[in-house]
Structure formats: C-alpha cells, structure tokens
C-alpha cells in the first residue's frame, strides 16, 4: 500500500517533468530511473531510460541495479548490451554486477563469457570480487573441483575465495570436500 502511494506521487512528478519538457535530461532521468526501480515498477524504469538523450554511466548502472535487483538477468544483460551501443565504457563494477546478475538468475553459461570479455575486450584485469563470482558460479553448478582449482590458483587470498565454497558444498552433499 505505501509503495503504490510513493508510486502514483512519482507517475504524477514524471507526469509534469514531461509536461515541462525535461524527461531527456540525465540528471533528471536517474532519479526518475532510481525511483521506479526502487517501487519495482520497471515499466517506468524503461520509459524514463528511454526518454533520456544523452545517456551516462552513472544511468546505465542504475538501470541495470534495478534489473539485477529484479532478478530480470536477460534484460539486464540487453541494457549492458545497449550501454555499449552507446559507447558508454564498462568498468570493473558493472562487472561485478553483469557476474552477479547472470549467477542468481542462472545464466551461468553467460558468466564465463563475460569475465572473458571483460580482459580481452575492456582490458580490465579481474579483482577479488571478480574471482569470487567466478568461484560461486563453478560451486553453484556443481564443479566443485574446478571452483576450487580456480580460487586456489588466484593471487588473492585464497581463504576469502574458499568460503564462496563452503556453503555450496553443503548444498551438494559435499562435507568431506568442503573440510
């Protein structure tokens, strides 16, 4: 109920943003971007991205928060795709949220393909938390041995990057593993 009241004061507030010719500015466009996400009315969240003009970085990682939040991974994964279109660069944590995303909605075919792309085409080199997705998803689908080999080969700390196993390992009945 308070979400539908917040809701229809925000539709009202988009209503005269329109009205008054200010739906293309970024500025504005974030917030009406952030505010929809925030009351999971995605529809608006697409209306507001798409009204704006000149889109930044700062937007695309609000819009693609809000999908990831939602558990929307493919759509997340088309505004990743239409953030490059539009020559907005990724950085390492809208990797951290692509791996994230693409994990707990189960597009774990997409993971390694994005940690990939993510050296060989951006040139960012993979951190820790990186690493430890990469990790989780191994664990998550069952490859505990390759999980394990990855986070044993990282040059981060290796106790930080087991403990993504330790829970999956009890999921899959692996205790004398996960010791």
């Given amino acids: 109920m308070f979400k539908l009241g917040l809701l229809g004061r925000g539709d009202m507030f988009h209503g005269c943003i329109i009205l008054y010719g200010f739906h293309s500015y970024a500025f ?33 990682m609000r819009w693609l928060i809000a999908f990831g939040l939602h558990g929307k991974a493919i759509q997340f994964l088309q505004v990743f795709e239409q953030m490059v279109v539009n020559q907005v660069k990724p950085d390492n944590v809208t990797f951290i949220f692509l791996l994230m995303a693409c994990i707990h909605s189960g597009l ?11 050296q060989t085409i951006y040139g960012l080199s993979p951190e820790k938390d990186h690493v430890a997705c990469m990790v989780d998803m191994l664990a998550r689908v069952g490859y505990l041995a390759e999980a394990r080999e990855r986070a044993d080969c990282s040059v981060y700390a290796k106790t930080s990057l087991r403990e993504a196993l330790l829970g999956t390992c009890s999921a899959h009945g692996k205790l004398g593993f996960g010791k």
């Fill in 108 to 118: 774990i075919r997409e993971s390694p393909i994005l940690f990939e792309t993510m």
């Fill in 28 to 60: 504005i466009g974030n917030g009406l971007v952030n505010m929809y996400a925030k009351c999971r009315e995605l529809k608006g969240s697409i209306c507001a991205f798409c009204d704006i003009l000149h889109k930044d970085w700062y937007l695309g």
